[in-house]
C-alpha cells in the first residue's frame, strides 16, 4: 500500500461512511489504491463502531484512542501506524472535498512536490458560504503564518506529503493546525497548493472556539522559537 488517507475523528458518526464512500469512488476512479486510517478518541456518538463496520468494506486500518487525546497526537499516532510511503491528511467533517485527494496525491507522487497543501487560496479554490468575519479571520491567521511558512493558506488541514517530510522532526502535540506545523517544520523542496472549495459541516458539531484562536497563536509563537533556535 503506498499512500495512506489519515482522518482524525471526534462524533463523526453521520459524516464518516459519506466520506468512506466518496473517497473509495474517486480514488478509483482516479485509479489509485490507499488504506484509510481512521483515527478515533472513542467519540461517544459511536464513530469506533462504524468505523469497524466500515473497515469490512473497505481498505482501512482502525485506531482507537482514549477521550478526546487531542488532534494533532492522533494525525501523528495514525502516521506512525500508517503502511504508505505517502500520506494524506484530511478531516472527516466533509469540509475537504474528497474528489480533490488523487490531485494531492499525484502532486507527489509524479509532480516535483514533496508536499501538496490543499489551499482556498490560490485562483480555483474557495469557501463557500462564509460570512465576511469568518473570512477576515481565515485570512487574518494566514497572513500571520506567512513569516514562517510560504503558503498561502498556511490554516489549511488538507495536504499530502512524503514521508521523509515528517520522519524524525519533532512535531508539537498542541499545535492543532497540524498542517502549520507540517509546513513549518517539514524536510520538503518543492511544495504545491493545489485549490479547493472549503465547505461547512453538515453533521455534527464544530469544535472552533476561543480556546482554538489561544492555541493557535500559542503554536504560532512556538513555531517562532523553533526557527529562532535553528538559526542560532
Ligand atoms: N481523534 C481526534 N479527532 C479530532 C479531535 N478533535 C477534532 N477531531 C477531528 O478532527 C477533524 C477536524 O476537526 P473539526 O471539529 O472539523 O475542526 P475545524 O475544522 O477546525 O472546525 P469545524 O469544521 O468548524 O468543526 C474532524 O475530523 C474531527 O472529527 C480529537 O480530539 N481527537
Ligand atoms: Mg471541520
Same mark, same amino acid.
Given at each position: 500500500?503506498?499512500?495512506?488517507?489519515?482522518?482524525?475523528?471526534?462524533?463523526?458518526?453521520?459524516?464518516?461512511?459519506?466520506?468512506?464512500?466518496?473517497?473509495?469512488?474517486?480514488?478509483?476512479?482516479?485509479?489509485?489504491?490507499?488504506?484509510?486510517?481512521?483515527?478515533?478518541?472513542?467519540?461517544?456518538?459511536?464513530?469506533?463502531?462504524?468505523?469497524?463496520?466500515?473497515?469490512?468494506?473497505?481498505?482501512?486500518?482502525?485506531? *482507537? %484512542?482514549?477521550?478526546? &487525546?487531542?488532534? /494533532?497526537?492522533?494525525?501523528?499516532?495514525?502516521?506512525?501506524?500508517? =503502511?504508505? $510511503?505517502?500520506?494524506?491528511?484530511?478531516?472527516?467533517?466533509?469540509?475537504?472535498?474528497?474528489?480533490?485527494?488523487?490531485?494531492?496525491?499525484?502532486?507527489?507522487?509524479?509532480?516535483?512536490?514533496?508536499?501538496?497543501?490543499?489551499?482556498?487560496?490560490?485562483?480555483?479554490?474557495?469557501?463557500?458560504?462564509?460570512?465576511? *468575519? %469568518?473570512?477576515?479571520? &481565515?485570512?487574518? /491567521?494566514?497572513?500571520?503564518?506567512?513569516?514562517f511558512?510560504?503558503? =498561502?493558506? $498556511?490554516?489549511?488541514?488538507?495536504?499530502?506529503?512524503?514521508?521523509?517530510?515528517?520522519?524524525?522532526?519533532?512535531?508539537?502535540?498542541?499545535?492543532?493546525?497540524?498542517?502549520?506545523?507540517?509546513m513549518a517544520k517539514?524536510?520538503?523542496?518543492?511544495?504545491?497548493?493545489?485549490?479547493?472549495?472549503?465547505?461547512?459541516?453538515?453533521?455534527?458539531?464544530?469544535?472552533?472556539?476561543?480556546?482554538?484562536?489561544?492555541?493557535?497563536?500559542?503554536?504560532?509563537?512556538?513555531i517562532?522559537?523553533?526557527?529562532?533556535?535553528?538559526?542560532?
Amino acid at each position: 500500500m503506498n499512500t495512506s488517507i489519515i482522518v482524525p475523528t471526534y462524533n463523526e458518526a453521520e459524516s464518516l461512511p459519506v466520506l468512506a464512500e466518496r473517497l473509495f469512488k474517486a480514488l478509483q476512479e482516479a485509479g489509485l489504491e490507499a488504506e484509510l486510517v481512521v483515527v478515533d478518541d472513542s467519540s461517544p456518538d459511536g464513530t469506533g463502531d462504524v468505523a469497524e463496520g466500515l473497515a469490512q468494506q473497505y481498505p482501512m486500518q482502525v485506531l *482507537h %484512542r482514549p477521550p478526546k &487525546s487531542g488532534l /494533532a497526537s492522533a494525525v501523528w499516532d495514525g502516521m506512525e501506524k500508517a =503502511r504508505g $510511503a505517502v500520506l494524506v491528511v484530511m478531516d472527516a467533517d466533509l469540509s475537504h472535498p474528497p474528489e480533490v485527494v488523487p490531485q494531492l496525491i499525484r502532486a507527489v507522487t509524479e509532480g516535483d512536490a514533496d508536499l501538496a497543501v490543499g489551499s482556498r487560496y490560490v485562483p480555483g479554490g474557495g469557501v463557500a458560504n462564509w460570512p465576511w *468575519h %469568518r473570512r477576515f479571520a &481565515s485570512w487574518f /491567521a494566514c497572513q500571520l503564518a506567512r513569516p514562517f511558512v510560504p503558503m =498561502r493558506d $498556511a490554516t489549511s488541514g488538507f495536504f499530502a506529503l512524503k514521508r521523509e517530510v515528517v520522519q524524525g522532526v519533532a512535531l508539537d502535540p498542541i499545535g492543532f493546525k497540524i498542517g502549520l506545523e507540517v509546513m513549518a517544520k517539514g524536510r520538503y523542496r518543492a511544495f504545491k497548493e493545489v485549490p479547493y472549495t472549503f465547505t461547512d459541516r453538515r453533521f455534527g458539531q464544530s469544535k472552533f472556539g476561543t480556546k482554538e484562536v489561544r492555541f493557535y497563536l500559542l503554536q504560532l509563537g512556538r513555531i517562532w522559537r523553533f526557527r529562532r533556535q535553528k538559526k542560532t
